[in-house]
C-alpha cells in the first residue's frame, strides 16, 4: 500500500512517497520517491509558481488492470513454484520461475527489450506483488538465470502447467489442434551458435532473413497453448508432425487419462502416408484436409449431388459426402462447397488476373515501339521478354489462365497472350470455394465434421497473435543461440496461455473480445496516487488513491475480474 513518509536530515523534514510488503515476515520497502519539503509539494499541488524539481510534480501513477488480471492467473496456475521446481533457485536474489513470471506478463502488456524491462516493472502493480526490485531486473541477470532452463526443463514445465491448468479451469479438450508456421529473426548468417534459425521459405515473406519453426497444439477453447515445440525454420510441417506424435499423443493422454474421445483437428500441410499411420495407431480420432487438386474425381462431382447444411446452422454451405482411400485407409470423405469462399477466391483471382493482363499489354506496347523505331537504349531479346512472362505466370492458376507465346518477328521478340475463359469456367466450377475433408469418425454428420474442420482458425488465430508487435510479439527475435531462442519462445507461448486464459474469464462473465482488445482496455485501468496539501497545518502532506477513468466497458471488466484486490488503498 502506498503512503507518505516522514524523514529528519540535518534538522529540515523531507517526505517520500513509499511501497511496503512483507517479505518472510518482515516489512520491506519495495519502491520509494523522494517528494521534498512540505512547502515544495503544496506548491506544486496548487500550481503556485514557485520553481519546483520536475519529479516533485509528478504522481505515482501505476499500470493495474491487465498487469493485475494475468497475475492472477498466474497465481491460479502456479507458473513461479512449477519453474522453480524444475529449475531451482540458486544463490541469493530472486528465483528462476520470477524472472520467468515478470518477463512472461511483459510479453503480454508492453513487450520490450530486457534491458528495458526494469523500467517498466517500476511503473507497474508487479513491484509490490512479486519479490523482485528494479536494480534486479538487468539484461545480465535476467539471462544469467534464463540460461539455466535446458530443452528437457522448458519440456517439464510446460507438460506440468498445462495439467494444472487443464484441471483448474476444466479445458474442452474434445477436440484439439495442430499446426505450425515460422518467424524470422535478426540472427545474422554467418552465427553458427544457431542451428534453429535457418534459411527457408517464411510465410511473413521476409526472404533475407533466417526463420525458427514453431508448431502448436492448441485447444478449440480460446485457442489456449496445450503444447509447442520449437524447430528449424527450413524445416516441412509433415516432417515437424511426424516427429512429434509420439509425444503428443502421450501429452494429451496424460491429460485427460485417454484419447478415445478425442478428435485431433489438422491442416493438409501435415498430411503424410507415416502421420497418417502414426495417427491411425493411437486412439485419436481426426478431422483433416486434403489437397483438392490431387483428387480431381471428387473437384468434378455435379453440384445436384451436394446437400445444403444450412438446416445445421451452415448458411451458404452444400456438402458431398463419399468413401475414398487415402493414404492407404478407407475414410470418410466430405466434399463442401462455401458460397463466401468462392467469392472471396474469384475476387481474389480477378484482381491478380487484372494486374496480369495490365503487365502484358505494357509488354506488348513496349515491343510495338522497338519495331516502330521509337524506343532507344539496348533492345530486347527474347529470352528476356520470355523470363518477365514466365514471371508473370508463376502465380497459382495463371499458366492455367493464359495462354502465351514469345515469337521473332523483324528480329524482335513479339508476344501474343490471351485469357482462357474456358479454364477460367472450368476453376469456377471446380476448385473454387470448394474444400475437401477426411476423418475417421464416420458417425459424424456432415455438419459435425466442417464445424470440426472449421476449429482450425484456432490455431491459425494463435499464431497471429504472436505475431502482434504490440502484444505478445514472438518476433523479431534478436537472440543468438539456440538455448535463448527455446526460452524466449517458451516465455511467448506462456503469454499467449495467460492472455488466452484472461479471454476466456472475461466469455464466462459474457464480455467478448478480441485478444488485443482485452489487453489495450485492460492496460488503461490505471491507479493514481496524488499528492494534496496538509489537512492541518504544519502536518505531512495528504496522499490519496484512485483509479483512472473507465469506460462502462472497463468498469465491467474491472469487477469481472475482481480487481480491486490489487489496489493500494
Known sequence: MASITRKKIRGGTYYYARECKRVDGKPKIVWQ????????IISAVTQENVPVPEAKKEGLIVDLGAVAALYDLSERLGIVEIIDEHVPKRGKGPSVGTYMLVATINRCV???????????????????????????????????????????????????????????FDLDLDRILFDATNFFTFIDTFNERSSLAQRGKGKEGRSALRIVGLALLVTADFHIPLMHHT????????????????????????????????????????????????????????????????????LAVDEELFESLADDGLAGVTAYRTVKEVFGHERTIVVTHNENLFVAQSKTLLREITKRQQRFREIVAR???????????KPPTIAGTKKKVEKLLKARHMRDLFVTKVSQRD????????????????????????NILFTDNDDWSNAEIVRAYRAQHHV???????????????????????????????????????????????????IDLSMARMLDLLSDIREMNMFFPPEKKGGPPTLRTSLSKMSSQQRRMYRALKLARFTST
Open 231 to 298: 524447430y528449424p525454420g527450413n524445416e516441412h510441417d509433415a516432417p515437424t508432425f511426424a516427429n512429434l506424435t509420439d509425444t503428443l499423443f502421450e501429452r494429451v493422454k496424460d491429460l485427460v487419462g485417454g484419447t478415445e474421445n478425442i478428435t485431433l483437428v489438422f491442416d493438409k500441410g501435415n498430411n503424410s502416408r507415416d502421420n497418417l499411420d502414426a495417427v491411425e495407431a493411437s486412439d485419436y480420432h481426426f478431422v483433416g484436409s486434403l489437397v483438392p487438386t490431387q483428387h480431381p474425381d471428387l
Open 460 to 510: 491459425e488465430d494463435a499464431f497471429r497473435d504472436m505475431k502482434d508487435t504490440h502484444h505478445i510479439a514472438l518476433r523479431p527475435q534478436h537472440h543468438w543461440t539456440d538455448q535463448k531462442v527455446r526460452v524466449h519462445v517458451f516465455t511467448c507461448v506462456l503469454a499467449l496461455m495467460l492472455a488466452g486464459l484472461l479471454r476466456r474469464e472475461l466469455h464466462s462473465k459474457g
Open 367 to 377: 515491343l510495338r515501339k522497338w519495331r516502330e523505331g521509337k524506343h532507344k537504349g
Open 110 to 168: 508492453a513487450p520490450c527489450s530486457k534491458a528495458q524491462i526494469g523500467e517498466w516493472f517500476e511503473g507497474t502493480v508487479l513491484r509490490r506483488l512479486v519479490d523482485v526490485e528494479k536494480r534486479q531486473l538487468t539484461s545480465q541477470r535476467y539471462w544469467d538465470n534464463m540460461d539455466r532452463i535446458s530443452e528437457d526443463a522448458i519440456n517439464d514445465i510446460e507438460a506440468d502447467v498445462i495439467k494444472r491448468m487443464v484441471k483448474e
Open 33 to 40: 520517491k523522494y517528494l521534498g519539503k512540505a512547502e515544495d
Open 411 to 434: 528480329g524482335l521478340p513479339y508476344l501474343h497472350y490471351r485469357f482462357n475463359s474456358n479454364a477460367w469456367e472450368k476453376l469456377q466450377s471446380t476448385l473454387l470455394g470448394k
